[in-house]
């Protein structure tokens, strides 16, 4: 060939891939009319014709290049097939298209269904419509059945040592639970607030209206309660030896057992029952005037809502935001570096020593979570964003925030971070990352499994993905 001739074909080339990446079937059947040898061709970083077909979502022209003997399982410059990349995406059909075939394409951990975050675990069914039912749960608060948490200065009770000192992290905090009888003096005080949880989910569904007329119990229903009583007295209502309140929420919380075993709910996990309670009772610590008039409030719908007791106060009028619990947004993202190869993550000083971990912060008011991502990422590191995937949330009940996990990607890489907020931040090769994960020559410690941050790193990871 000439050279011209060779220009020619490199140009064609470019054409094809620009034709398949903005899913024109047209010019794609058009170029390859001229003859297969274009069909795999790649042009920058590997990607050939399909995997950017299978990048934007264009199922048609991923049909046509199969049809015509386009290799499916060609990898980039980061050894992703199509496959890979639509399911990074989230284009089911095309990962449908792309992995009809006897064997599994490589990869396929993308597909596992997402990790639950912990905090994350809805183990209780909250039965909101009961909230309203003042007969159903005066008569639920004193089942025999029903389980009572107590907190106190909105620590739960716990049983299990908690940190020794030794940093040990193999021993398991569990939920102290107790019965109407043990707590129902507490519920006589007026500084005593309740918040009714949920009620225990039954394998075999059964109706949850009223008892059954075959003698089928309801399933116990679960209550919070948050008590100022002296700790030492409440501690001794508890049979179990071991029983304290953990004094440092941000670490002690993360200690329970993924799956609390026990006889009568298998199935429970107290990361996410703890979640759901410590955020309500929190609100009901600092909210405990109105914030339209200032005038006293007092607890509604199972400790849903906290009406004013002011007749003339506005907030009696319509629904406020002011009378329900507190949800408070935070982005929290792993930033991939335009290179596909390397992520951004960040130390704060208050951090242990070693520590790197995602950035993250507050949503604001009348901002898109997109806008937040990239207004958080360049405040703090100077780093500019593009486009942005929601990948997974986490409640943190710290008290109230919701931790919505993206993937960002980079479109500028120069680091210049804002010292108030973060002491350090760095490009981390992926083999880096990988080692830090397993240990070995680790470059820096990752944050721990039960957060979010350490759930986006690994996802990242695993996913192989440059996006
Ligand atoms: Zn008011
Ligand atoms: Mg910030």
């Not at 039960?450 to 690994?458: E, G």
Request: aromatic residues 8%; charged residues 25%; neutral net charge.
């Amino acid at each position: 060939m000439t050279s011209l001739q060779l220009s020619a074909q490199e140009e064609a080339v470019e054409r094809l891939l620009d034709a398949a990446a903005r899913g024109d079937l047209v010019q794609v059947s058009s170029l390859l009319a001229l003859g297969p040898s274009l069909l795999n061709r790649a042009g920058h970083s590997g990607w050939t014709a399909l995997m950017l077909a299978a990048r934007n979502g264009h199922y048609d022209v991923a049909q046509a290049l199969l049809l015509l003997g386009c290799d499916k399982f060609s990898v980039n410059n980061s050894s992703q097939t199509a496959y890979d990349v639509a399911a990074f995406w989230g284009h089911r059909h095309l990962v449908d298209l792309l992995g009809r075939t006897g064997k599994g394409p490589p990869g396929s951990a993308l597909l596992d269904p997402p990790p639950e975050n912990y905090f994350g675990r809805e183990t209780l069914d909250r039965l909101s419509a009961k909230r309203t039912d003042r007969v159903w749960l005066e008569v639920r608060r004193s089942d025999a059945d029903t389980v009572y948490l107590l907190f106190s200065n909105l620590s739960p009770m716990v049983s299990g040592p908690l940190e020794d000192g030794s940093g040990s992290a193999a021993v398991e905090t569990k939920l102290c639970r107790f019965r109407y009888e043990a707590i129902k003096d507490l519920l006589q005080k007026p500084a005593t607030v309740l918040v009714f949880l949920g009620v225990e989910r039954r394998k075999t569904p059964s109706s949850s209206s009223a008892r059954v007329a075959d003698g089928l119990r309801e399933p116990p229903a679960w209550f919070a309660i948050n008590t100022d009583e002296d700790t030492a007295e409440l501690l001794t209502r508890c049979g179990e030896k071991n029983c304290c309140f953990p004094k440092t929420p941000n670490r002690d919380l993360l200690r329970f057992s993924e799956e609390e075993a026990d006889r009568r709910s298998p199935s429970l996990r107290p990361a996410g029952v703890v979640a759901q309670a410590r955020s309500v009772l929190a609100w009901h610590s600092r909210y405990s005037f109105c914030p339209t008039c200032g005038g006293g409030t007092a607890p509604e719908e199972g400790g849903y809502k906290r009406s004013c007791l002011n007749p003339g106060c506005s907030s009696r009028k319509g629904v406020h935001n002011t009378c329900y619990p507190r949800v408070d947004p935070v982005v929290i993202m792993l930033v991939i570096h335009p290179d596909g190869n390397q992520c951004l993550l960040g130390r704060k000083k208050i951090f242990p020593i070693g520590m790197f971990s995602c950035l993250a912060g507050f949503v604001e008011p009348g901002e898109t979570l997109e806008e937040a991502v990239r207004r958080e990422v360049e405040e703090e590191s100077g780093v500019k964003v593009g486009p942005v995937r929601y990948v997974s949330c986490q409640p943190w009940p710290m008290p109230s925030n919701l931790m919505i996990g993206c993937l960002a990607v980079a479109v500028s890489t120069a680091i210049k971070v804002d010292d108030d907020e973060i002491e350090e931040a760095r490009w981390f090769p992926r083999q880096q990352v990988i080692d830090s994960f397993r240990g070995t020559r680790a470059a820096f410690t990752v944050p721990p499994r039960q957060t979010i941050a350490h759930q986006l790193i690994r996802h990242w990871i695993a996913g192989n993905s440059n996006l």
